[in-house]
C-alpha cells in the first residue's frame, strides 16, 4: 500500500545549529502533511502542517517545505535546542483523516 | 497537554486476556482515532470514530473492537491478547470528521501495554 517513507535514523546537531528532517512519501494524491514530534514516553505533539497548494509554512522555529514534484517534505529547526530531542514524525493524508505516519527520525542535540 | 486523556497510563496482563482501554477527546473534539504504536512498525492507524459512528479502519485486527459512546468518550478493546500485542496505544481527536477534508489531530498520553 501508499506509505510515508522514514527509515529511522538518528540526526545529531550541535545545539544552537540549525536541523533538517527529511520525509519522502508515496501517495501522489495526499493533499495535507503534517510533522509531529514525539518525546520519550510521550505521545505524537502537533508541530506545523501544510496543504499542498502550500510549498513552504513557517511557524516559531519550524518551517515545513513541501516539494510536490519529487514527493519530498522537510522539517527545518532554527537554533536547535535541547528540548527538541525528540523522535519527529511526518504524516500525510489523502482525505477522509486516513493519516500515514512515517517511522520517524530521532534528532539528538549535542549541548 | 493535548486536553486528550487517556486510561489506564500502563497495563500488564497476560496472553488470553481481555483489556480496555479508554480515551476522552478534547472539548468540542467529535473525532476519535486509535494507533498502535510498536518498535517495529512505527504508528499504525487503527480505527476511527466521529459522533459515535465508525468512520474509518485501518489495521485493525478482528480481535479488537472500539467504540464511542454518546459523551463521545471512546474505548478499545483488545481481546485473546497474544504477546505481540504488546505496545503503546493511542488515542487521538480532532473537530470534525473530515469528509473531503482533513484537521490536526491531538493525541493523548497513551497506554502502555504489556502482555506477559
Known amino acids: 500500500g501508499e506509505s510515508v517513507g522514514l527509515h529511522l535514523p538518528t540526526l545529531s546537531v550541535q545545539e544552537g545549529d540549525n536541523s533538517i528532517i527529511n520525509c519522502a512519501y508515496s501517495?501522489?494524491?495526499?493533499?495535507?502533511f503534517i510533522w509531529y514530534k514525539q518525546e520519550s514516553g510521550k505521545g505524537p505533539q502537533f508541530i506545523i502542517d501544510?496543504?499542498?497548494?502550500?510549498d513552504k509554512r513557517q511557524g516559531q522555529r519550524v518551517t515545513v517545505l513541501l516539494n510536490k514534484t519529487v514527493k519530498h517534505l522537510s522539517l527545518q529547526i532554527a537554533a536547535t535546542q535541547p528540548g527538541d530531542s525528540a523522535v519527529y514524525f511526518c504524516a500525510e493524508s489523502g482525505g477522509y483523516q486516513k493519516v500515514t505516519f512515517g517511522t520517524g527520525t530521532k534528532l539528538q542535540v549535542i549541548p | 497537554d493535548s486536553g486528550v486523556t487517556q486510561t489506564p497510563k500502563h497495563l500488564i496482563t497476560a496472553t488470553g486476556q481481555r483489556v480496555t482501554l479508554r480515551c476522552s477527546p478534547r472539548?468540542?473534539?467529535?473525532?476519535v482515532y486509535w494507533y498502535q504504536q510498536s518498535l517495529d512498525q512505527g504508528l499504525q492507524f487503527l480505527i476511527q470514530?466521529?459522533?459515535?459512528?465508525?468512520?474509518a479502519k485501518g489495521n485493525i485486527l478482528e480481535r479488537f473492537s472500539a467504540q464511542q459512546f454518546p459523551d463521545l468518550h471512546s474505548e478499545l478493546n483488545l481481546s485473546s491478547l497474544e504477546l505481540g500485542d504488546s505496545a503503546l496505544y493511542f488515542c487521538a481527536s480532532s473537530v470534525i470528521s473530515g469528509l473531503g477534508g482533513t484537521d490536526t489531530q491531538y493525541f493523548g498520553p497513551g497506554t502502555r501495554l504489556t502482555v506477559l
Open positions: 501544510i496543504r499542498s497548494n502550500m
Open positions: 472539548s468540542g473534539d467529535l473525532s
Open positions: 470514530y466521529y459522533n459515535g459512528e465508525e468512520r
Open positions: 501517495n501522489s494524491a495526499s493533499d495535507y
